[in-house]
Each structure stands twice: as structure tokens, then as C-alpha cells.
């Protein structure tokens, strides 16, 4: 299916307006809410993964937004793990909201799935060896 990553700013006027429920019922989109920073008063900022069957409803449901005031910002950042020099201690998924790094049996293996990382950068200072990076 069909998904992209946002990063929106929303001015502190429409942080307590219904959006997220109007690209659900209005739009028909599949809405995950990656991270949230939204103050009463102040602007907002959420990063958010839109999915449905069709790349036009997701492009709708963005045409949307702006109309509403939203700024929307891509996700550009990209981290980048040197995998050769890991340890795999564990230190990165501890920190890694979205489970985009993660280490499981039967291998006990780092892994980072790409697709689902917000960039947020929690893992950079969290690595003892530095070996995660974010390109811009
Ligand atoms: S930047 Fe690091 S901590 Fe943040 S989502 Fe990506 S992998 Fe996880
Ligand atoms: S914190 Fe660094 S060394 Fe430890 S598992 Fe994560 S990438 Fe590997």
C-alpha cells in the first residue's frame, strides 16, 4: 500500500482543530502518528505516515492540509549506521521510538529498518561506538 512520511507544523490556531480526524473520515486515510510536540497556544509538530490503496487520495489528503494552513515539511534527514564496526549492544533500540532499530533472537543481531525511521535522531548520542550518522 501505498505510504509517505510528513513532518507537519501546525500553526498554534489549529492545533485544537479536528485535521487528523477529517483525512480519516473525509479521505478515507490510514493515519500513524510517529511523533507529537502539540502545545495548547504554541505551534505543533507531528510526523505522521498517510497510507491508502491509492497515491491520488494520499496527494488529496496533502492538498488538504495546506489548504488549512499546515505546513509540510519531507522527512530529509537519513541516518546512516556503519553496521561493520556494531556491537550490537542494544544501546540504539533502547532509545528508538518507532522500532526502527532493533535487535531480536535467534540472532541477537542489530537490524534497521529504513522505511520507518522518522529521523529523529535519538540513536546518534546513544551509540557508545559513534557509528550512527545523519546525512541532510
Ligand atoms: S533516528 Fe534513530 S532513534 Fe530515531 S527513529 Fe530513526 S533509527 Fe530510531
Ligand atoms: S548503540 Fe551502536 S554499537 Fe550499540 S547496537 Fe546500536 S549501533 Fe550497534
Known sequence: ??????????????????????????????????????????????????????QEQIQKGIAFL?????????????????EAECINCGSCTAVCQTKALSIAPPDWQLKFDKEICIACQLCVKACPMQIIQVTF
Open 1 to 54: 500500500m501505498p505510504k509517505q512520511r510528513l513532518v507537519l507544523i501546525f500553526p498554534s490556531y489549529l492545533t485544537e482543530k479536528p485535521i487528523a480526524y477529517h483525512l480519516v473520515k473525509d479521505f478515507d486515510l490510514e493515519i500513524n502518528i510517529l511523533k507529537a510536540k502539540i502545545t495548547p497556544g504554541e505551534d505543533g509538530k507531528l510526523v505522521i505516515e498517510l497510507a491508502h490503496t491509492s
Open 66 to 82: 495546506k489548504e488549512q494552513g499546515v505546513i509540510i515539511e519531507p522527512i530529509s534527514k537519513e541516518i546512516v549506521l556503519n
